[in-house]
């Protein structure tokens, strides 16, 4: 059975930090997708990763695809309250049918 | 930017009832699909759909779920006799073959 892990699983940090969320799976895949879900709210779409090594960058979050290590991150910089929110991997096993798996999710909290 | 939309928001039913929800996907796409996520717990596929059948569909997606697409617009999921357990967000998802849209979500409610 296919799992996806993401660690930690809460993170409480201060406004200016930096850190670093960890999504590791277990069967290859070279499709990753990193979701963002405020309480209550649905899933927005923040990056897609295709490849192995792709790096993808938006404002103070940035996302990298290892296929090899089975491993993605997400890279927050300089963290902000506004960023405060659930962050979920998700991956699709079988290329192209898009029956995600997620990951149990990261609950973040910027403390100001 | 096109939304996938779910209504209703919010449903409340008591056990053994049928619920139907809702979802109107993006239109140009093709694939649709309905997630749930229990509280607090990471989110779970549950079924498929392209060219008005099923593709597949996880364990979840028992004998009491169905999906229909009754017109060009409208994807819904019936639950025929809800228990306890379906007590969940359920999200519905559409793809433009680069990732997949959620809307904003029924939550479920079963007394």
């Known amino acids: 059975e296919l799992k996806v892990e993401q660690n930690p699983l809460f993170l409480s940090m201060q406004e200016g930090k930096n850190y670093t969320i960890y999504c590791n799976y277990s069967t290859t895949s070279d499709r990753l997708y990193w979701y963002r879900q405020d309480p209550g709210k649905s899933l927005e779409s923040l990056f897609v990763?295709?490849?192995?090594?792709a790096v993808k960058q938006e404002g103070r979050l940035m996302a990298s695809l290892d296929t090899k290590a089975r491993l993605s991150t997400l890279h927050i910089t300089a963290a902000v309250h506004d960023l405060s929110a659930t962050y979920f991997c998700?991956?699709?096993?079988?290329?192209?049918?898009?029956?995600?798996?997620f990951g149990t999710g990261t609950r973040l909290k910027v403390l100001a | 930017e096109p939304e996938v939309t779910q209504t209703p928001s919010h449903q409340v039913t008591q056990m053994g009832q049928e619920v139907i929800l809702r979802c109107v996907p993006i239109s140009n796409h093709l694939y649709f699909y309905w997630y749930r996520q229990i509280l607090g717990q990471k989110v779970e596929f549950l079924v498929s759909?392209?060219?008005?059948?099923?593709?597949?569909k996880s364990e979840i997606f028992d004998d009491q779920f169905s999906v229909e697409r009754p017109d060009g617009s409208n994807f819904t999921l019936k639950i025929r006799s809800t228990k306890l357990e379906d007590s969940a967000m359920y999200f519905c998802?559409?793809?433009?073959?680069?990732?997949?849209?959620f809307g904003s979500g029924t939550q479920l409610s079963v007394l």
């Open positions: 998700a991956v699709d096993p079988t290329s192209g049918t898009y029956k995600y798996i």
């Open positions: 759909f392209y060219n008005n059948e099923i593709s597949e």
């Open positions: 990763l295709l490849s192995n090594g």
């Open positions: 998802a559409s793809h433009n073959f680069e990732k997949l849209f």
